[in-house]
């Protein structure tokens, strides 16, 4: 990864992506710096009630409270589990965006719509769909609320479960009139009209914010690079940051900077707070 010189901030290998980490060093008073959480702040595990945050997420995140003006989690998870198995609680003003914004957390307070009934009626039916599609021991649903997900990281044959169990997945998500997401061996059920994307846009508009930094791992956070791509366009410098994985590859092939999963996003905010907390180069 390049670093300018002179400088421990990496160097986007894109002139959109230095122009948007430019103008958050400019301004930093007006950024946005949001990102994923599993995956980004947190290395992905077998079970994903088992995933904590990077050692060194919080203290980067604490580092950055302050010297951005807006500091934001926006994730799949419910907005409460993600709070409580990162820590993020612990981060001055920070938002937390659950179910890709359709719940959110801060201050300690949690907003948040009653659950969908297409999500009830999934629910109840996954086990059923999954027994008659001979779903393979270690397949594992998670309820997380407002949505669904059906895990196979557990499973002999992950890719290959993930593979068999798309289209039963794909029948019962259009018979609820629920979305499906993609991601990491993982399929989730969720209400459609949410996504990443759309919460990125509506925290900019809401924040007034200027430049716009998102970091993300996985299928899902391709909405959020489209947004972050939409407002470049209408304005707002911003640059797109990839938490590399070898599960997921199209991610980076769309991002500006490509890190070396939560390591290299923690050591990205690090550098970024230090950036913006040292006095500024006199003029030569």
Known sequence: MAR??????????TA???EGLEAIRRDPGSALVAMDFDGTLSPIVADAGAARAHLGA???LRGLSGLVGTLAVITGRPARVAVELGGLGEVPGLIVLGHYGMERWAGGELTAPPVPPGVVTARERLPGVLARAGAPAGTRIEDKGSAVAVHTRGTDDPEGTLAALAAPLAGLADATGLAVEPGRLVIELRPPGTDKGTALTSLVAERKAGAVLFAGDDLGDLAAFGAVRALRADGHPGVTVCSSSAEVTELAAEADLVVAGPDGVVALLGSLARALAAPPHPAR
Do not use: L
């Open 58 to 60: 919080v203290p980067a």
């Open 16 to 18: 959109e992506g230095r």
């Open 4 to 13: 300018a010189e002179g400088s421990e901030m990496p160097v986007s290998r």
